[in-house]
């Protein structure tokens, strides 16, 4: 008798834990319920009731000054606290994927990569922003990423900001070669054989990196999918895009020693003199246009410690032009090649509890104080009346030379679902490595083409 | 003819004795049901914390699973259409070719090494054993992510200390090189590192099963002349053949499914799929390409192969049943 007792407790207290383990802690999204009916007047000032919301940032390319005011406008303006947490590019498909549908836990207004806007946005991941679209910008937005946050004549997602990709390259280096700054792309290949070392690159590209691979399929007129009757096809067994590629197989055959793995990553490091060597380990890179502050030589400090930054880690680096220089990327024929236009939207999620609040933040992140701000801060600010705000020094004018040409990846629905798998960093891998150019393009084109309509 | 207060008595009697009887009968029952309701809450949270996922997955893997459908569209029952789609793909072929080498091999590397250091562990002195287990224990506990980041400095390109080291062999020329350039080096770099994470756990366990060896018996065997081959041959094995059992079982399990360290060296460098075992696979096709429907039914393939795998260790245990 007294056994079994003993037996019920045990169970007792065993379920107890369990259940309340179990239980799900929902109880920080409670905040006053917003209400549906709108407050919005359309003389640019929203107000909403106040309420507690999150932005969603990629990446670390908004700065804290940004950020700060962002924080502090909105309280100002809506009473409640803006929340911002920062997702790593790597995680962050898988994070949007699971966290958007769910009304716990989605994020109220969220930065999300231009390439991933048609998908998300045709799946009715986003709020119609339509009737805001005027008050936000309208036409001044830049219009290539306005199109691809539409569905059905509908805006979804509207721009956040552009960059784009340009060359940086050793002046010095340039100098001793006796090599000029190329007119065609042609010339820039040829500079690339011309100044490759052992230990040094000519111009340092990584195999699989198609991010910056993707100019030389552009600016030879090709692309990687066209829209047939309706449904999207993958085309790289394009003739152009064939050109493209085998201009690229020979660039990185002769013109680079980084591995044919490497993908998109941090290019900049190989151009400043190693620690080591005191030499730099590649003549010239492309990167978005932002790498240049990370780009140029360390100082010592009066004790003879080299000078870090506020993070206490990263050495602080200062650019010198009689060693550096910038210049875009140049087309086949002259002129500036159609890079890569990098660069992000921003949306309302559409299962967020808090539309009104979220709705207000976006009037903030586009009024034209961020916007000039943003432009100082060296990110392409998404209505281009502010565009002078970048300055007019080397690296905003390159900055808006190849912006000015530059193209999006394919508005397919499955796009983003193409770049999760990473079947172009694959393909890219294997034509570098020096495979059958047209031959590994049909059989990428069967894998990618299922993918592109979803 | 008995008196009435006899047999009333006896009827009393009879009265209590039939109650003692009911009594001790619904007290053996309760406690014949005393474990179960112990266990209840333990299964109750395995039910639903594995069982959940797995009736989802088993659901999903007959349905059109993609992005819509995770904001809100209603998904079309295919029936067995995902399984047949992967299962006539030559890709997933090669990858579970991969996977079932891969663990193979690093289980069986594990164990024998595993064994070798508890025979070790065994045999030395009390410091050196402390050391050794203090070594092992360190390994096994650092979080994978932490020692996945101090491996791909180990193995990098042009500063890594393995290239550094190598390269001093005179005759091999190990200058900058690509461990990430081919999927052989690949493996072998990702099974050095599973290795090195999993010894811990065999040795630990298996040095567990020597204690309980008994040392007359060794004598006895010493006595009689065995060699020490003979004696680890053919007297602590068999001793220890539950342990080794279990232990090789779990490994295999693990290795099947190693999903963090093949993920993390991809990320270092080696994105294709040529570097893809079973866990890395799952996750480009469902997480990356937002295929769930062919995900789910990929997991539910690597189940089935599991419980393949080790039916025969189940059954085997059963039946001894030590």
Same mark, same amino acid.
């Given at each position: 008798m007294k056994k079994s007792m003993i037996g019920a407790a045990a169970a007792a207290t065993a379920a107890a834990l369990v259940l309340a383990g179990c239980s *799900? +802690? /929902? $109880? $920080? %999204? @409670? @905040? /006053? #319920? +917003? %209400? $549906? &009916?709108s407050t919005g007047s359309s003389d640019g000032a929203m107000t909403a009731v106040s309420a507690d919301i999150t932005l969603w940032l990629m990446g670390g390319d908004t700065n804290d000054d940004l950020r700060q005011y962002l924080k502090d406008t909105y309280a100002e303006q809506n009473g409640g606290t803006l929340t911002i947490e920062e997702q790593g590019w790597s995680d962050a498909l898988a994070k949007l994927t699971t966290a958007l549908p769910d009304a716990d836990n989605t994020p109220d207004v969220t930065e999300i990569g231009n390439t991933w806007s048609p998908t998300f946005t045709s799946v009715g991941a986003f709020s119609d922003l339509t009737d805001m679209y005027d008050e936000l910008g309208g036409d001044s937005l830049l219009q290539s990423f306005v199109d691809v946050g539409m569905v059905d004549g509908k805006n979804y997602a509207l721009p956040y900001y552009f960059g784009s990709r340009s060359i940086i390259y050793r002046k010095d280096v340039y100098d001793t070669a006796g090599v000029e700054v190329p007119k065609t792309l042609q010339e820039f290949s040829d500079n690339a054989a011309a100044l490759k070392t052992a230990g040094m690159s000519g111009f340092y590209l990584g195999g699989s990196d198609w991010r910056n691979g993707i100019s030389w399929i552009f600016a030879n007129g090709g692309d990687l999918a066209k829209q047939e009757d309706g449904t999207w096809v993958s085309t790289l067994s394009d003739p152009k895009t064939v050109t493209g590629l085998q201009m690229l197989q020979d660039l990185y055959t002769s013109g680079s020693n980084a591995p044919v793995t490497e993908f998109d990553s941090t290019p900049w490091i190989n151009i400043n003199d190693n620690d080591s060597t005191g030499k730099p380990e590649a003549a010239t890179i492309m990167a978005p246009n932002w790498a240049h502050w990370s780009v140029g030589d360390t100082s010592l400090d009066d004790d003879g410690n080299v000078v870090v930054g506020d993070d206490g880690a990263t050495a602080v680096r200062t650019w010198s032009d009689d060693k550096f220089g910038t210049f875009a990327l140049p087309g086949v024929d002259g002129g500036a090649a159609p890079v890569f236009a990098g660069g992000s939207n921003i949306g309302v999620s559409a299962s967020s509890q808090h539309q009104d609040a979220a709705k207000q933040l976006m009037t903030i992140i586009f009024s034209d104080e961020y916007q000039t701000m943003l432009a100082g801060a060296g990110l392409g600010p998404a209505n281009l009346d502010f565009t002078s705000a970048l300055g007019d020094d080397q690296f905003a004018a390159v900055n808006i030379e190849a912006a000015s040409n530059s193209k999006l990846t #394919? *508005? &397919?629905?499955?796009w983003a679902a193409v770049e999760g798998s990473g079947l172009l960093e694959e393909f890219f891998g294997k034509v570098n490595s020096g495979g059958d150019v047209a031959a590994l393009a049909a059989e990428y084109d069967e894998k990618i083409s299922p993918l592109l309509n979803n | 003819m008995s008196s009435p207060v006899t047999s009333a008595k006896r009827d009393t009697r009879s009265e209590a004795s039939l109650k003692a009887a009911l009594q001790a009968r619904k007290a053996k029952r309760r406690a014949r049901l005393t474990p179960y309701w112990l266990i209840a809450a333990a299964i109750g949270v395995i039910v639903v914390g594995t069982g959940y996922p797995t009736v989802w997955q088993l659901v999903t893997s007959t349905q059109k699973y993609g992005l819509a459908q995770q904001f809100g569209t209603a998904a079309e029952f295919i029936g067995f259409q995902n399984y047949v789609d992967l299962l006539t793909d030559a890709e997933f072929w090669q990858v579970v070719a991969r996977s079932l080498v891969f663990c193979f091999v690093v289980a069986a590397v594990t164990l024998a090494l595993g064994l070798a250091f508890a025979l070790l562990m065994n045999a030395v002195g009390k410091a050196a054993r402390l050391t050794l287990q203090i070594s092992m224990l360190l390994a096994w506990a650092m979080p994978i992510v932490a020692s996945m980041t101090v491996w791909t400095w180990l193995f990098d390109t042009r500063r890594g200390v393995v290239n550094y080291l190598l390269d001093k062999i005179p005759g091999v020329d190990m200058y900058r090189f690509d461990w990430f350039a081919s999927s052989w080096t690949f493996f072998l770099m990702a099974g050095i590192i599973v290795t090195w994470m999993s010894v811990p756990f065999v040795a630990f366990s298996i040095f567990a099963g020597l204690t309980q060896v008994s040392e007359e018996v060794l004598e006895a065997s010493a006595l009689d002349g065995a060699s020490d081959g003979q004696r680890l041959r053919l007297i602590i094995l068999p001793m220890i053949k539950p342990v080794i059992a279990i232990v090789m079982l779990l490994q295999v399990i693990w290795d099947l499914r190693v999903f963090a360290q093949i993920k993390i060296l991809q990320d270092a460098g080696a994105n294709g799929s040529q570097y893809d075992l079973l866990g890395t696979y799952i996750y480009k096709v469902g997480t990356g390409a937002q295929d769930f429907g062919s995900a789910a039914a990929a997991s539910v393939i690597v189940l089935a192969l599991t419980i393949a795998i080790s039916w025969w260790y189940v059954r085997k245990l059963m039946k001894e049943d030590v």
């Open positions: *799900a +802690s /929902s $109880d $920080d %999204a @409670t @905040t /006053s #319920p +917003s %209400a $549906d &009916a #394919p *508005a &397919a629905p499955g | -």
